[in-house]
């Protein structure tokens, strides 16, 4: 099984990040709290790169990795933090909820905030994520409850801005929104927080997004 990689980042866009290790691409599943670090990371490494620099300036960074083994498909889960994968490995252990969902739970809510939540039994804010019904949210809360406290998540540090919109409009749509409201959204929080980081932006649009 493979449990951390480092190398060359040669793509990155929500959702998936093609990391290559010695020569060898992989492709990395990652949620959008992960892809907006792995962005950060390859801009201080090379803000003014351009196209036919992209693999000799690549930054090279680590992600810890979950290997997931099916009949038909071998898939590897890329996050930015142990922190991160073991939140991801209890979610997991849930009836009900695979790696596809869960990834899509670590994308809707920041990692921290995410523990915070289930901590708190705060059913009614886990529901806000999209995918997630009151009988997985109270399943999430009833089986890990008591286990969330003890995993080492710090809050997200300070990101610098950016302002690449079509990458925030493709992680509402990897979310499930439609790309109507989802584009309505990001142009809303375009204009009310134009200098924020995408991770930002994002948690931005989905408080728009989010049934009240």
Do not use: C
């Amino acid at each position: 099984m493979i449990g951390r990689l480092r190398g060359r980042v040669l793509e990155a866009r929500p959702g998936l990040v093609l990391l290559d290790v010695g020569g060898v691409g992989y492709e990395l599943h990652v949620s959008v709290a992960t892809f907006a670090e792995v962005e950060q990371a390859s801009h201080r490494a090379a803000p003014d790169r351009g196209v036919d620099e992209a693999e000799d300036t690549a930054a090279e960074l680590t992600l810890h990795v979950h290997t997931h083994v099916r009949e038909d498909a071998i898939q590897l889960f890329g996050f930015w933090t142990r922190g991160e994968r073991e939140l991801f490995l209890r979610l997991v252990a849930v009836s009900g909820i695979g790696p596809k969902l869960a990834q899509t739970i670590l994308s809707g809510m920041p990692p921290h905030d995410l523990a915070d939540a289930i901590a708190r039994g705060d059913a009614r804010r886990l529901v806000s994520i999209p995918g997630v019904g009151k009988k997985t949210a109270e399943r999430m809360v009833l089986e890990l409850k008591d286990t969330v406290a003890d995993l080492a998540i710090a809050p997200a540090a300070a990101a610098t801005p950016a302002n690449d919109d079509g990458d925030l409009v493709e992680a509402l749509l990897g979310l499930g929104y439609k790309r109507a409201a989802a584009e309505r959204a990001v142009t809303r929080v375009a204009a009310d927080h134009p200098d924020a980081p995408l991770a930002d932006r994002l948690r931005q649009a989905l408080k728009l997004l989010s049934p009240r």
